[in-house]
C-alpha cells in the first residue's frame, strides 16, 4: 500500500489529521482552577516531574509508557504465559521482533536505559570515546558512569531550530571519519539514535544510516541503533525521503536494522507497552551482553517484564509496522505546530516526533539562561493550562566537572504527543493556552536550585521562583478568564 491510498481529501477547506482509531476505553479528566496549579507547582518544586496526576489536565511530560494500546494487545495480555523460565509469551517475542528486525538473538531488558546499562556494562572502558547523533540523558549517563565520552557529531541544520532540513538527526559522517582515525581502538561502537529526541524530536534519512553503516563496517566497528523513537523515524523516512515513499514500512524497518549490529529500544515507546529490548545478529555481541541480563534485570526470558507486557509488545511491534498506527503521532505534532507558527509563537520546525518542541530561548527572551528558560516555560504552562510538559534544557544537563553550570545548547519546552490519546479539541485548547501565554511572557520570570542531585537532576530536583511572578500569572490568568478554568 503507497502513500496515496491512506490520503484523505477533505471537501471544505480547513484540513486536519483524522484519527484512523476509534476510542473504546476512557480516563475522566479534571481540570484544576488556577490558583491550585499554581499551589501544586509551588509544592512541586516547580518540577513537572514532580507534579501528582490528579492536578494535571494534558499530560504532555512524554511519550514513555502513556501510549494507547489496542484492542488486540489487551487481548493479548490475557494470555501471557506466566513462567520463570521458557515462557511461551517469550518465544513469541522472539518470533516477532527477530522477523521484524532481522536479527537472531533478543535479550529482554525492564525497559530502554536498562538496555543502556547492559550494552555500556559489556562495550564502555574508561578513557572511551563514543559518537552519536546526539546524546540522550541516560545514554549519556550510563557511558559517563563507566568512564566514557560521549562524542556528538550531527550535522550542521541540527542546532537550527526553525528551518525546512527535513533530517536534523543526520550524522556529520566526515566528522565521524575523523575522528575513527583519530582514536582508532578507542571506539567501543557508534550510537545512532532515531527520532533523536533531545533536539525535538528529529529524524535521520535512510541514505545518511547507510553511509555511518558502511564506515562502521569498513573499520569493523558495531553500530548501535537505539530504536526508541523508530515509528516516528519511519513515518519520517517514508514522507520525506523520495526514494522511500513507494516502500512498505515493514522493508525500510528492515533496510534500517540491516545497517545495525546491535539494536535496542524502549518499548514504552516503540511497540506501546512497558518494556525493552536488545537485538543482535552476531553471537560474539550476544555473548558479551547476555551475563548482565540475569545480573540487572531477571532471567534472560523475561528480563524484568511481566509477561503481559511481553505479550503487548509483541502486538505492538507487529502494528507499528502499520502506517495508520505510526501516521497519528506525526501528523498531530504537526498540526499543533502548524498552528502555533501561525499565532508567530517560536517552536521547532519541522514538526518532528514525540511531541512540539516550545523553543523556550526565544519565548521568554527576558530570562537568563542560568535561571532556567525552559524550566521556567515548563511551570507557566502549567499555571496557564495544567500542561504538563517536560524541560528539555540546563535543567536537563549535568553540571560540568569544575562544579559551573553547562549550559545548554538548546532550551526547549517539550510538550509530548503520547501516541493515539489526545483528541483534536485537547490538542486545541493545548494551542489556546499556549497562545495566551505567549501573549503574556513577560509576566514569567526564572527559577533557583532549592535542592539538587549529582545524577539525573532533572527527574527530582527542587526550585523555587526567583520572584513571585508564578502568582501574578496565575492573577492575569484569572483577571482575563474570569470564572473560567
Ligand atoms: C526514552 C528513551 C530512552 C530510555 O528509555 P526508558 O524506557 O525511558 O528507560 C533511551 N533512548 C531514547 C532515544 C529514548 O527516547
Redesign the pocket.
Known amino acids: 500500500m503507497g502513500t496515496m491510498s491512506n490520503t484523505i481529501t477533505f471537501f471544505g477547506k480547513e484540513s486536519f489529521p483524522l484519527e484512523m482509531h476509534k476510542v473504546r476505553i476512557v480516563q475522566k479528566l479534571r481540570l484544576a482552577p488556577v490558583e491550585e496549579r499554581l499551589s501544586a507547582i509551588r509544592a512541586a518544586g516547580f518540577n513537572t516531574f514532580l507534579l501528582k496526576n490528579d492536578v494535571v489536565f494534558m499530560d504532555m511530560l512524554?511519550?514513555?509508557?502513556v501510549n494507547a494500546m489496542s484492542d488486540r494487545q489487551l487481548a493479548a495480555m490475557m494470555m501471557a504465559d506466566d513462567s520463570y523460565a521458557g515462557s511461551m509469551s517469550f518465544e513469541r517475542l522472539r518470533e516477532t521482533a527477530s522477523a521484524i528486525f532481522g536479527k537472531e538473538f533478543i535479550l529482554p531488558v525492564?525497559?530502554?536505559?536498562?538496555?543502556?546499562n547492559v550494552i555500556s556494562s559489556a562495550f564502555v572502558k574508561p578513557g572511551n570515546v563514543l559518537p552519536m547523533n546526539y546524546h540522550?540523558?541516560?545514554?549519556k549517563a550510563h557511558i559517563g558512569l563507566r568512564g566514557g565520552k560521549v562524542v556528538e557529531l550531527y550535522g550542521r541544520k541540527a542546532m537550527e531550530l526553525t528551518s525546512a532540513e527535513p533530517f536534523k538527526g543526520n550524522m556529520d559522517v566526515a566528522a565521524l571519519k575523523k575522528l575513527l582515525d583519530a582514536e582508532r581502538d578507542n571506539v567501543p561502537f557508534v550510537r545512532m539514535?532515531?527520532?533523536?529526541?533531545?533536539i525535538g524530536g528529529q529524524p535521520w534519512s535512510l541514505e545518511n544510516l547507510k553511509e555511518v553503516g558502511a564506515l562502521c563496517r569498513e573499520r569493523k566497528i558495531p553500530l548501535v541503533l537505539?530504536a526508541?523513537?523508530l515509528a516516528d523515524n519511519l513515518y519520517f523516512v517514508k514522507t520525506r525521503e523520495k526514494t522511500q515513499a513507494e516502500r512498505s514500512i515493514r522493508d525500510i524497518t528492515r533496510s534500517i536494522a540491516d545497517e545495525a549490529d546491535i539494536v535496542?529500544?524502549?518499548?514504552?515507546?516503540l511497540g506501546c507497552a512497558?518494556?525493552?529490548l536488545i537485538l543482535t545478529g552476531d553471537s560474539a555481541l550476544y555473548e558479551s551482553m547476555l551475563q548482565f541480563v540475569p545480573l540487572y534485570e531477571g532471567f534472560l526470558t523475561y528480563g524484568g517484564m511481566s509477561v503481559r507486557e511481553i505479550e503487548a509488545m509483541s502486538v505492538g511491534l507487529e502494528e507499528t509496522m502499520d502506517f495508520d498506527m505510526i501516521r497519528h503521532g506525526p501528523e498531530f505534532i504537526a498540526f499543533m505546530v502548524d498552528e502555533l507558527v501561525a499565532r508567530k509563537i517560536p517552536v521547532v520546525t519541522p514538526a518532528g516526533g514525540?511531541g512540539c518542541h516550545l523553543n523556550a530561548r526565544e519565548f521568554l527572551e527576558h530570562v537568563p539562561q542560568t535561571e532556567f528558560i525552559a524550566g521556567s516555560l515548563a511551570a507557566a504552562a502549567f499555571i496557564a493550562g495544567g500542561l504538563r510538559g517536560m524541560e528539555r534544557g540546563t535543567m536537563s544537563e549535568e553540571r560540568n566537572a569544575d562544579g559551573s553550570e553547562h549550559l545548554s545548547e538548546v532550551e526547549l519546552l517539550r510538550l509530548a504527543l503520547p501516541r493515539r490519546v489526545f483528541t483534536m479539541s485537547q490538542v486545541k485548547y493545548a494551542v489556546d493556552r499556549v497562545h495566551w501565554l505567549f501573549e503574556n511572557r513577560k509576566l514569567v520570570g526564572g527559577l533557583k536550585w532549592v535542592s539538587e542531585p549529582k545524577i539525573l537532576r532533572f527527574f527530582s530536583g527542587r526550585l523555587d521562583s526567583t520572584s513571585d511572578w508564578p502568582e501574578k500569572l496565575a492573577r492575569k490568568f484569572r483577571a482575563d478568564f474570569g470564572d473560567s478554568l
Do not use: I, V
Not at 525492564?110 to 543502556?116: P, S
Not at 535496542?264 to 515507546?269: L, Q, T
Open positions: 512524554t511519550d514513555s509508557g525492564h525497559q530502554g536505559r536498562a538496555a543502556e540522550f540523558t541516560t545514554t539514535e532515531a527520532g533523536t529526541n533531545l537505539d526508541s523513537l535496542y529500544f524502549s518499548a514504552r515507546k512497558r518494556g525493552g514525540l
